[in-house]
């Protein structure tokens, strides 16, 4: 099996390496409109911020998988799990749900949202075109970073399951996080055949 990295190299960045980062991020935004946030995972099911509006959308280029460690939010040191990543691949697609939120958001409003996504620097917030049915979007997303150290990569499905099974953190354990999120996609609609299967081979782990 994939051995996830040493896991006291896996460490929460300071509060205020996150904070710069908030503040980078809204520098760069365009403004073209109200602020909105691409979900491919759990955001889907469990946003943590208000919501005006929201649509499913398509990301072009870019694929959903379950490629980091997770030794904290749903897995430990000791059993790691695995969490859900959004990486740049040409000629692929994402589905999830762009969420709309309210005019009246702030900077502050942001802050559980970043200490969710940016609790290591695993992801970098990028500015994204997602479609939709009223047209096309632009959005906050977090895309994996390939270099860090808590991106596994693609590993065969059946290492992920074994994975996947045993693993549970401070959010509960990885099956119900997986098994929700395609939940999730399913009464929106959405296939997501990579996924799919993921859910079946845990299962039969547990079996």
Not at 55 to 78: K, M, Q
Not at 160 to 169: D, L, N, P, T
Request: glycine residues 8%.
């Amino acid at each position: 099996m994939g051995n996830p990295p040493p896991t006291h190299l896996i460490t929460p960045i300071s509060d205020e390496r996150r904070g710069e980062i908030l503040d980078e991020t809204l520098a760069r935004r365009p403004h073209d409109g109200p602020l909105r946030i691409f979900g491919y995972g759990s955001l889907m099911w469990s946003p943590c911020f208000d919501v005006a509006d929201s649509h499913l959308c398509t990301l072009r280029d870019y694929h959903r998988g379950f490629s980091i460690w997770s030794v904290f939010a749903r897995g430990t040191p000791e059993h790691p799990g695995l969490g859900f990543a959004l990486e740049e691949k040409a000629g692929t697609s994402c589905e999830g749900i762009v969420f709309t939120l309210p005019g009246a958001t702030t900077r502050d409003d942001l802050i559980p949202l970043w200490e969710r996504e940016m609790w290591t620097e695993t992801y970098h917030p990028e500015w994204v075109m997602v479609e939709t049915e009223v047209g096309s979007l632009r959005a906050l997303t977090f895309v994996v970073s390939t270099d860090h150290r808590q991106y596994a990569g693609d590993l065969p499905v059946v290492e992920k399951a074994a994975y996947i099974a045993k693993a549970s953190g401070k959010y509960g354990t990885c099956y119900d996080y997986l098994a929700q999120t395609v939940e999730k996609m399913r009464d929106m609609g959405v296939h997501d055949a990579e996924m799919e299967e993921l859910l079946a081979a845990v299962d039969a782990v547990m079996r």
